[in-house]
Every structure is written in structure tokens, then in C-alpha cells.
């Protein structure tokens, strides 16, 4: 059985599945603006993004890109290159499993968003497969074991 067609049936079959699935997506990005906001804060780089314009720093395209969310998220507002912060986000209720799995990611990922915004220094690419491999593999196994007792109806 594909696991599409798995996935479109548990959705028919019961709605309430898929505003779980909708509510973990909600989570996962609340969780994700809430880390990188306090990732900026505790590094300094949020003061830095109000007083540089984002061309000034070392990766210009994710310099962008974080100005970019934190402006769509509604936390801050732009001034010309640079940003206004309106508002601190509240840390997010994780409620749900998939949340829960991604929340972890987001932690070690954003560790490596100051160096990378100053110097524009990636991490090594056998460390995001690492992570990836992680994520994946935690995120897989439950799934698969979630489709075999729904198959085999334990």
C-alpha cells in the first residue's frame, strides 16, 4: 500500500486526524520563530539586525531570510535594510508528537545561526547529515510503527 493513499484514507476516515496533523504544523512553526528569536536575543544579533542592514552581515542571503520571517511572523517591522522589533513571541505549547519530534532539531540546528549570520560559516556537511539522519530516523520509526498497529488493527 502506498503510503499516500494510507495517509488520504486516515484523513477521510477521520477528520479529526487531519486538524491534529494541521495543529502539530502550527506547533512546529511557533516552536521554530519562538527558538530563532531567542537564539538572536541571547547572541546579541537581534540588536545587531536593528542597528546593521542585513546586506552588512557576513550571510546576507540568511541575514535576509531571518529578517524576512521575523517581519511575516508579525514580530518585527522593517525600516528601510533594517528591523523594528514589535513584540518578544511567547514560548509555544508542544502538545503534539510530531512537534515534540522536531523541537530537539530546532534546538541544535539554531545553534549554528550566529556564526553562520556573522561569518557566514556553514557547518560541516557531515554534521547536517548527522542531524538529518536523526530527525528522520525518530520520525520514521514511530510512523512506521503507527501505520503497523492501525494495519493490524492491536
Known sequence: MAFSSYLLRKFFANPGEALRIKRAGDEVR????????EVLEGSGLLAKLQEQPWWSFGDRDLARVVCDTL?????????????RVK???QRPAIT????????????RAFLYLPRALETGEKPPQSEVRA??????DNFATRLEMEVAVEETGL
Not at 100 to 106: K, L
Not at 131 to 136: G, R, T, V, W, Y
Open 30 to 37: 511557533a516552536y521554530a520563530v519562538w527558538k530563532l528569536y
Open 71 to 83: 517581519v511575516a511572523e508579525g514580530l518585527a517591522d522593517r525600516a528601510g535594510d533594517v528591523i
Open 96 to 107: 503534539t508528537r510530531e512537534a515534540a519530534d522536531f523541537a530537539p532539531v530546532f534546538d
Open 87 to 89: 513584540r518578544r513571541p
Open 131 to 136: 542531524e538529518m539522519a536523526k530527525l528522520l
